[in-house]
């Protein structure tokens, strides 16, 4: 990327298949807009007269392809967190959650009217605890994480999650931003990737800003469960549906995801070469085979230096502080794509062991 005509390698980007800037993408929205069939912007709520062709197709084709009753859009990924919670758990139910999990997850649970309890990061036992609390007041649960942390890279234990939901008769909502498009060899992210599949009470949300490269998200979920958010998510009906010729974008990323297999082996690569060249240097990894890499450097000043100096050396890598993440748990996070060159990732090795060496100095 260019910034202030200075050139950097990004390594802070969600764009883990480089589809952000694909040719395919921006050559589906120039031909539909020139086609004269669909409008730029929807117009109105969905409810009332936005809800377009385009939009239902890309619902339809991502409910199929993650073998889910239904799916349904939203402008982003922040507001089908928002719904979620909110549109499917009552007062006297219990929301339990991931300590880690993401600001817009948090913010979900407090637009519902559930009680919210947090369980230790991916704790299954402090989880079974609590469910079987909520069993004992007769409460309904939902069971609320990231499938890929987004800033600590660890994927959540489904298979266990997926069995405590079936024992306890509880939601499971799963936040797979980082997970779909690149876990699993179709790209169907973290059940694909643990061989599951979905079960009837599974919700999943996935963002299309991420390794789509377009905007947006998805809720899907079995029919009964997105028929409830259409009628009760207030972040789905209170607010004008996404520019139909988005969904134009959605459709096409849609396929060029499900065809990138390839760039899915290439950022298994990547995310290899990093770790090994990252560990021989010395440096502190959090255990992660996704494609978000954190460095563990502690307090805020040494994460912003380092920050800084790999600018210097022509990379962009974001320092990220409390309280995004705990306290003296500052970090930089390292995102890897299939787009990166293998090149490119030991060029920013070289720069990274510049400052292990002043550090051990
Ligand atoms: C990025 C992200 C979101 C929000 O998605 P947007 O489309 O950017 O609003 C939600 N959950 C997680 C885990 C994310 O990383």
């Not at 006297?92 to 649970?109: P, Q, R, T, W």
């Not at 997926?162 to 790209?187: P, R, S, V």
Request: with cysteine.
């Amino acid at each position: 990327m260019q910034i202030n005509g200075l050139q950097f390698i990004n390594f802070s980007s969600n764009d883990y298949l480089g589809l952000a800037n694909h040719p395919s993408i921006k050559q589906a929205v120039i031909e539909s807009l020139q086609s004269d069939q669909t409008s730029y912007g929807a117009g109105a709520a969905h409810l009332v007269t936005g809800h377009h062709l385009e939009h239902h197709l890309a619902e339809d084709e991502i409910a199929d392809w993650l073998g889910f009753e239904g799916a349904l859009l939203f402008s982003t990924g922040y507001m089908a967190n928002l719904a979620v919670q909110q549109a499917l758990m009552q007062k006297g139910d219990v929301i339990l959650a991931d300590k880690l999990n993401h600001a817009s997850l948090i913010d979900g649970a407090k637009l519902s009217d559930a009680d919210l309890k947090r369980y230790p990061h991916l704790d299954m036992q402090a989880l079974e605890r609590r469910l079987q609390q909520t069993q004992q007041q007769n409460s309904q649960a939902m069971i609320v994480s990231d499938g890929v942390f987004s800033m600590d890279g660890d994927i959540t234990p489904l298979a266990e999650m997926q069995a405590l939901a079936k024992k306890y008769q509880a939601w499971l909502f799963i936040d797979d931003a980082h997970g779909i498009g690149t876990l699993g060899e179709n790209g169907k992210g973290c059940f694909e990737h643990f061989g599951l599949e979905p079960d009837e009470n599974t919700i999943v949300v996935g963002t299309l800003g991420k390794a789509f490269g377009t905007s947006g998200a998805f809720v899907a979920g079995s029919e009964t469960a997105i028929e409830t958010l259409i009628q009760f998510g207030r972040p789905y009906i209170y607010t004008t549906a996404m520019p139909q010729i988005n969904a134009v974008a959605i459709r096409q990323a849609l396929k060029l995801v499900q065809q990138a297999k390839a760039s899915r082996e290439t950022l298994k690569q990547n995310i290899e070469q990093f770790k090994q060249a990252a560990r021989q240097i010395g440096l502190q990894l959090w255990p992660s085979d996704s494609a978000i890499q954190p460095i563990l450097l502690g307090n805020s000043e040494t994460a912003l230096q380092w920050s800084e100096s790999l600018k210097q050396d022509g990379f962009w890598v974001t320092a990220i502080r409390p309280p995004t993440v705990p306290k003296n748990q500052s970090r930089l996070r390292v995102t890897l794509s299939s787009a990166h060159s293998p090149e490119q990732i030991a060029e920013l090795i070289k720069a990274l062991k510049k400052l292990t060496d002043q550090a051990a100095l």
